[in-house]
């Protein structure tokens, strides 16, 4: 009998796999539900439950939420990584790390054969397939609902033809939801000229009014939330995301090349995301040079494409987070965001490296560290290529 490790979300396409290739093809199915921080403690107990129900001869949870904070979150905020200005790669980046461990789990059991549940039509397959044959070498790939190009309607049919009722058929969209933000697809999502209503997102506005939000950052790093002290940066995170969530912060839709080629549409809603990165931001325009935020947008903007787009075993993203850790030794101190139902906007920072402190001037007001003769001297030289150029062309205009 083969062994198999089907990566068990408790979805729908999962579900399908580890049922069918147990009792239609006689696999020794083994579930493994990786845990990037988007489980809750409930959710895991039903997974756990459903998958014996489905046939698995074994279930087991592997919480790599930390993991996928060290190697990846952070480096994401450390660049401000947006997708098109947009979206924060929310649960896409978790799949390499999901990948990652399910690989790591099948090697440590033996696994002839490791199976998933993503369709042809995504990018999921490809983070999950480089992923383990990088990993996991001579391990078969098993695709059922890409190989058969099976129909949601076709899945829930066999599940329910082999005693094991739920609701799938009656969700209109699908979920998929992480530490780093949900992603929402179908319904409305399908016409590119519609949004999602109201009831299509899982949190809604429950406060009122506005409220003030303080994330204090050492060296880039989350370390206090509106003077609550955080070791653990997931917390933090969970912590803000708590906060955002009540004013229905983060929602938006975003459009983009997906790795097979075809655009793509996906809604999401990402409260915790959205205000940590822009509060980031904003406490790295007072203490990075103008070259640091320059090079570093730069070498961020590729991490992020890279890490999208499965790449995040090619060994150039080690040197990439490299630079963008060397470039937080200055970011500290406090960020100071305003609240309302669906936005927020930023307020100031508190630093001791705040480079706007500086003893040399205050814009628009007063030179300190240069003469009015000096300033005159040095727009002087500043025009000169111009006054050479318009010299020899005098006709062109402009």
Avoid at 73 to 89: D, E, H, K, Q, S
Wanted: proline share 3%.
């Amino acid at each position: 009998m083969k062994k198999v490790v089907v990566a068990f979300s408790g979805g729908l396409d999962t579900s399908y796999t580890v049922m069918y290739l147990a009792k239609e093809l006689g696999y020794e199915v083994h579930a493994a539900c990786a845990n990037t921080g988007g489980f809750s403690d409930e959710q895991l107990r039903r997974n756990e439950e459903n998958a014996y129900k489905l046939g698995a001869k074994s279930y087991v949870t592997l919480d790599v939420t930390q993991e996928y904070y060290e190697k990846s979150l952070r480096y994401m905020i450390f660049g401000n990584v947006m997708r098109n200005n947009c979206y924060p790669i929310s649960v896409s980046s978790e799949r390499i790390f999901q990948a990652i461990a399910i690989a790591r789990y099948a090697k440590e059991i033996g696994a002839d054969a490791i199976a998933h549940g993503s369709t042809g039509a995504g990018n999921d397959q490809i983070r999950f397939d480089m992923t383990f044959l990088v990993m996991a070498p001579g391990v078969e790939i098993i695709t059922l609902t890409r190989d058969k190009a099976l129909s949601r309607q076709e899945e829930v049919d066999f599940l329910n033809k082999h005693g094991f009722h739920a609701d799938f058929a009656k969700l209109k969209y699908s979920y998929n939801v992480g530490i780093w933000g949900t992603s929402i697809c179908g319904g409305e999502i399908l016409d590119p000229s519609k949004g999602l209503p109201e009831e299509a997102y899982l949190k809604h506005a429950t406060k009122h009014g506005e409220e003030e939000l303080k994330i204090t950052f050492d060296k880039g790093e989350i370390v206090a939330v509106n003077g609550e002290q955080f070791t653990d940066k997931v917390k933090a995170i969970q912590k803000i995301e708590e906060i955002g969530a009540a004013y229905a912060i983060g929602r938006d839709c975003n459009v983009g090349d997906t790795i097979i080629g075809i655009k793509g549409r996906v809604a999401f809603e990402a409260a915790a995301p959205k205000l940590i990165i822009e509060a980031h931001r904003l406490l790295e325009k007072h203490t990075l040079s103008k070259w640091q935020q320059y090079w570093k947008d730069q070498v961020a903007n590729w991490y992020g494409m890279f890490l999208h787009e499965s790449q995040y075993l090619e060994p150039v993203m080690t040197d990439m987070e490299a630079m963008m850790l060397s470039s937080q030794r200055n970011v500290s101190g406090t960020a100071i965001l305003k609240l309302r139902p669906y936005g927020f906007e930023t307020v100031g920072v508190d630093s001791p490296n705040d480079l706007l402190k500086s003893k040399l001037g205050e814009y628009g007001e007063m030179q300190h560290g240069w003469t009015a003769e000096e300033a005159k001297g040095f727009i002087k030289v500043l025009s000169t290529p111009l006054r050479v150029y318009y010299g020899i062309h005098p006709n062109e205009e402009r």
